[in-house]
């Protein structure tokens, strides 16, 4: 497939990677046509860079030139079971995600991250590495810039570090990373996966299904689920875990991460020296230490990248405090894991904003962390009646209509050294564009007091 020229390619998605993959596939000589099934006024400035582009589309819904295609690019947000896909597959249509479609068209060396929490920052965090070990690559996929983007312009002696989701493995054909992890798996996007984590958890496994015993791959072993679910590979594996020693791979060992090898000790590390915290961040390093040490980067870089890198925007991402009240943005959180996550990192009483479009989540699972962390909620978006029923009962709750209600409230009724939180556990997509919008509104409004 590297050579589409003059073949037609329609794109089911006007959004970010949609938009990349045309332009990829301008680049390549072919010819786009973009489909989305929402309306102008909602893409709106998506529509103006296509335009610019000189790209032919359509909004408002999918007309039948969508199959008038050789191959077809579906945007993450399609679910697998649509049924545009099911008529182009009857139609001999190649069908392909947008990661799959970028790798035709990419000579480097992909190392791809997945997971249900800590991929942005894992994926970041080895991006910085390479770039501190002078090695050139391409911080791409599920954050920052999509994968189809850059993908032709990486060279066979760089690298694709790519964070990519399980929306974008379910159509892939031959994507092969030489390197790939799963950081873990825990119940999420069960709204896709018919309620059903083992459906979710065998589409995140197909990340290494096209490797070979000349690849790697590492994947979290404090995962019961991800452990449960693993199928065989020949790729070589390396395993990390806060909780086991491990022979081959990274555990933690009086307060150090250790690396071994063939159980040979390669390279040690004082958790107390990584500048971004928590348990969660200890194992995204161990990933981080495991890539490190398979492309024989120097210790001492390794070190240096550990101690250097501070983390990623909307991830537990300090703001600003204001009359001792520090507000903190964890917008990233789009699940009720990465919510756990977020609670146990402070010790300080937490103002929580919780709420958006929900995923099929299980509340339960942060009930006790509410009642010993928690003095209030902020219930918003579309979820917030189903927040209001299920906490009101158990903490103060109240449901708010937007941000500006949230912050005016909370800087009203907070106390000096309390936290206010908006770590939602649902997706954006109710009320934002995407879980980065979100954060950079609530951000606005915060630093605008």
Do not use: W
Not at 96 to 114: D, L, N, P, R
Not at 396 to 408: A, G, L, P, Y
């Amino acid at each position: 497939m590297k050579d589409i020229s003059n073949k037609k390619v329609s794109i089911i998605g006007a959004a970010r990677s949609g938009i990349a993959a045309a332009e990829l596939a301008l680049r390549k000589g072919a010819i786009p046509f973009i489909s989305d099934k929402a309306n102008e006024e909602k893409l709106s400035s998506n529509l103006s860079l296509i335009k610019q582009l000189n790209i032919d589309f359509e909004v408002g819904g999918h007309s039948e030139k969508i199959f008038d295609a050789d191959i077809m690019v579906i945007s993450p947000g399609v679910p697998t079971n649509s049924e545009i896909i099911q008529i182009a597959k009857s139609k001999n249509i190649k069908v392909v995600s947008e990661i799959e479609f970028a790798s035709f068209f990419c000579s480097g060396k992909i190392i791809a991250i997945t997971g249900t929490n800590g991929k942005t920052t894992t994926t970041s965090l080895v991006g910085h590495l390479l770039t501190t070990a002078g090695i050139k690559n391409y911080v791409a996929g599920n954050i920052g810039n999509a994968f189809s983007t850059v993908a032709d312009k990486i060279q066979s002696d760089e690298f694709a570090v790519l964070e990519v989701s399980s929306f974008q493995l379910d159509l892939i054909e031959n994507f092969k990373p030489m390197i790939s992890s799963i950081l873990n798996i825990t119940p999420d996007h069960l709204d896709r996966y018919e309620n059903d984590v083992r459906k979710y958890a065998k589409s995140k496994q197909r990340i290494y299904e096209n490797q070979t015993e000349e690849d790697y791959l590492i994947i979290g072993a404090d995962s019961e689920i991800l452990i449960e679910n693993l199928n065989p590979t020949s790729a070589k594996i390396y395993k990390f875990s806060t909780k086991e020693k491990i022979e081959a791979g990274c555990s933690l060992v009086n307060d150090h991460i250790i690396f071994k090898d063939n159980s040979e000790e390669l390279f040690s590390f004082n958790i107390q020296e990584i500048a971004i915290k928590g348990e969660h961040n200890i194992q995204n390093a161990m990933c981080a230490v495991i890539i490190g040490k398979i492309l024989s980067i120097d210790n001492q870089k390794i070190i240096e990248a550990l101690s250097s890198f501070r983390g990623v925007e909307h991830r537990i991402e300090y703001i600003r405090t204001i009359n001792g009240v520090s507000f903190y943005n964890d917008s990233k959180a789009t699940n009720v894991d990465s919510v756990i996550v977020a609670l146990k990192s402070f010790e300080n009483p937490i103002l929580l904003i919780l709420g958006g479009q929900d995923k099929g989540n299980d509340y339960s699972l942060i009930e006790n962390l509410i009642k010993e962390k928690v003095k209030k909620i902020y219930a918003i978006g579309e979820s917030a009646q189903k927040v209001y029923d299920y906490f009101n009962k158990i903490v103060d709750t109240q449901i708010c209509s937007d941000f500006q209600e949230v912050v005016r409230n909370a800087l009203k009724e907070a106390k000096e050294n309390d936290v206010v939180l908006l770590s939602p556990a649902c997706a954006s997509f109710d009320m934002f564009n995407n879980y980065e919008h979100r954060g950079k509104v609530f951000k606005e409004i915060v630093n605008q007091l």
